[in-house]
Every structure is written in structure tokens, then in C-alpha cells.
């Protein structure tokens, strides 16, 4: 299975805004479900949200209202739109399936702070 690579990554204030993107090797379209997970220092890598094929989403509470993910299969590429940043959503990004199948990337920084 092909590679995963994220970016968009950065340091950001508080209430601002990133775009994260995940540009896969090889098609995702054969992924039922494309997922953005997330690992803060010193904690478990968590699900944040994720898309199926025909567009359906899922995101954990702390979240909703704030992201947006999408995929678009002719480009292999899941994005997320992340809103109203707080500082608790610090973390390195990774995206990978649902459940996560491919190896994982390196990830994109993501850093809320004033």
C-alpha cells in the first residue's frame, strides 16, 4: 500500500485557522473510510475524524463545529479544515484509512499558541 504524506502543518494563535492535506500514493478510493488522527506529547494517538466513500463523517466532541474533512478520490488526497483552533488541539496530524492500514507518514506539526 502507497505512502502517506502530510502537510500543512504550522504554529497559529489561538481562533485561527490551518488547512492540513494528506497526498497518498496510490488511489484511496478502494478505502471505504479515510481518517485524520492526531498525538499530542505524552498521549495516545487519537482518532479526530473520518470520511467514507460517499461522503459520510464522523468527528470526536471535542472537534465538531471546528473541522471539516474531506477526500478527494481523483486527486488521492484527504484534507482538513481546522477552525476556531484552541491550544489543546496541539498535536502532530497524521492521516492514514479507517482502521489505519497503511503505514503511517511523518505527520505535519500542528501548534496553537499566542
Known amino acids: 500500500q502507497g505512502q502517506l504524506v502530510e502537510s500543512g502543518g504550522g504554529l497559529v494563535q489561538p481562533g485561527g485557522s490551518l488547512r492540513l492535506s494528506c497526498a497518498a500514493s496510490?488511489?484511496?478510493?478502494?478505502?471505504?473510510?479515510m481518517a485524520w488522527y492526531r498525538q499530542a506529547p505524552g498521549k495516545q494517538r487519537e482518532l479526530v475524524a473520518r470520511?467514507?466513500?460517499?461522503?459520510?463523517?464522523y468527528y470526536i466532541n471535542s472537534v465538531k463545529g471546528r473541522f471539516t474533512i474531506s477526500r478527494d478520490n481523483a486527486k488521492n488526497t484527504v484534507y482538513l479544515q481546522m477552525n476556531s483552533l484552541k491550544p489543546e488541539d496541539t498535536a502532530v496530524y497524521y492521516c492514514?484509512?479507517?482502521?489505519?492500514?497503511?503505514?503511517w507518514g511523518q505527520g505535519t506539526q500542528v501548534t496553537v499558541s499566542s
Open positions: 470520511i467514507s466513500n460517499d461522503e459520510n463523517t
Open positions: 496510490g488511489s484511496i478510493r478502494s478505502s471505504s473510510y
Open positions: 492514514n484509512t479507517f482502521l489505519p492500514t497503511r503505514p
